[in-house]
């Protein structure tokens, strides 16, 4: 029997997956990640509170025709393989995810793979999903620049001439990117306050958060080919929820005039899950205003934002302990980022820089004009002077040892189900040195 190929994004499909009807994991979600439930890892989607092995299905001929090459695409324990594929081979295997687990399929049932295939994603272990190439922190939102331009240059300008006409980002690096629950030691490094004339080395006193939108590339053009923005969703494998974990004291002494370097290269936390680009389409909402306009290399057609909320959770170790629930102490949204992915992407490759699949991209920080909207501690908090009162009684400037931030991100409106990233976590532990 043959159906009509239905738009996956469809509002009204249902699977017969249990539990998919809410949360953040409906069929019109269907997310990326590697997972592992005791043996080798595999890669995965996540479909209400199953993770579908896209192994077994591969082995099973369930992608073919379609899909031809899907045996290879999941051969490796990461997806590099699926993220090089390509735009095309992305639109072909949601389309068929899509159907296999739409109201009414019994194909998983019908090969005798749907109790081996479909596993509980409370048992599994959810790893880092694919092997990242290079990673290029962005500093997109005007708000958070503005924010830190205060507080680090005060008196000055707060920003600087650049910013309104390019995106301004740097390297990072790509080894300490980790999947959200893995602990995060605090870092040591040179810290210099402005009263004393020389800096000392110890445990960084001001670790911070960063919350950020990441999104993970397919191979590029070439080199010395740049992506015309026009183009960029061709490059785009899916997005990640990213926290960029930063240590404001060594950050602040060593930064001028190359830009970040041990202050934020210890850790950075992602999502296991990376939802496509075509599940967030429908999400899609005008930007801010750009003024001046962009370059004509930068100029983007409206819609060019998404629309995605976005919070940030801390809980204190005796908050943990005592199964207290963590205190959200942000909310903001994704589309009042003032530079987009596709305007990211477009000036990372203008030079003909080349991306490979599996690059990382992180928006930088986003706040927006609300202070229970800032992204980090150190513009929550205005770098100590205001702290913040957890449930326990106890107070932040910055993070402290114990401490669990945990970040989610997710897309609703009334007129679709709800689609979420999951979320990044991490718990703080300290420092061995100083
Ligand atoms: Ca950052």
């Known amino acids: 029997m043959n159906h009509p190929p239905r738009d996956p ?19 019109q979600n269907l997310p990326y990640g590697l997972f592992r439930e005791g043996g080798p890892a595999h890669p995965g989607v996540a479909i209400g509170d199953f993770v579908l092995d896209l192994r077994a299905l591969a082995a099973a001929g369930l992608f073919a025709p379609s899909v031809a090459n899907a045996p ?11 993220a090089a594929s390509g735009r095309a081979t992305w639109r072909a295997l949601r389309a068929r995810l899509s159907e296999l687990l739409a109201e009414g399929n019994r194909e998983l049932l019908e090969a005798g793979i749907a109790e081996r295939a479909l596993v509980r994603r409370d048992a599994v272990e959810m790893l880092l999903p694919l092997a990242i190439g290079d990673y290029v922190d962005f500093y997109s939102s005007l708000e958070h620049a503005t924010n830190l331009g205060k507080i680090l240059r005060p008196g000055s300008e707060p920003l600087l001439p650049n ?47 960063e919350l950020e939108m990441g999104f993970v590339t397919g191979n590029g053009p070439g080199l010395g080919v740049p992506i015309a923005i026009e183009h960029a969703s061709d490059f785009i494998f ?104 596709a305007q990211q992407l477009a000036h990372l490759t203008s030079n003909g820089a080349t991306i490979r699949a599996g690059d990382l991209c992180a928006s930088g920080t986003i706040s927006g004009s609300d202070p229970s909207s800032y992204g980090s501690m150190i513009e929550l908090t205005w770098r100590g002077a205001q702290p913040l009162t957890l449930s326990d009684g106890s107070t932040r400037g910055f993070l402290e040892d114990g401490d669990r931030v945990t970040m989610r991100a997710f897309c609703e409106n009334d007129a679709r189900p709800r689609i979420g990233f999951g979320e990044v976590s991490g718990t703080v532990l300290a420092g061995g040195t100083g």
């Open 238 to 341: 899916g997005a990640v929820l990213v926290n960029d974990w930063s240590a404001r004291d060594i950050q602040a002494w060593e930064y001028q005039p190359l830009g970040p370097f041990l202050g934020k290269s210890f850790a950075t936390s992602i999502s296991p899950w990376i939802v496509s680009l075509e599940a967030l389409e429908p999400y899609r909402v005008r930007g801010p205003a750009q003024e001046p306009e962009p370059l004509e290399y930068l100029r983007e057609r409206e819609p060019r934002s998404l629309d995605v909320a976005l919070e940030v959770n801390l809980a204190s170790d005796g908050m943990v302990r005592s199964g207290a629930p963590p205190q959200r102490i942000s909310r903001g949204n994704m589309r009042s980022l003032y530079w987009s992915m």
């Open 9 to 27: 994004n469809d509002p009204v499909l249902r699977s017969w997956v249990p539990s998919s009807a809410s949360g953040d994991f409906p069929i």
């Open 72 to 82: 290879a695409l999941f051969a490796e324990p990461s997806l590099n393989a699926l």
């Open 163 to 209: 910013w309104r006409h390019l995106p301004v980002g740097y390297h990072g690096r790509s080894g300490t990117v980790v999947v959200s629950g893995t602990p995060v030691v605090r870092p040591a490094g040179q810290r210099k306050s402005p009263d004393v004339a020389a800096p000392d080395f110890g445990p960084s006193r001001m670790l911070d958060f």
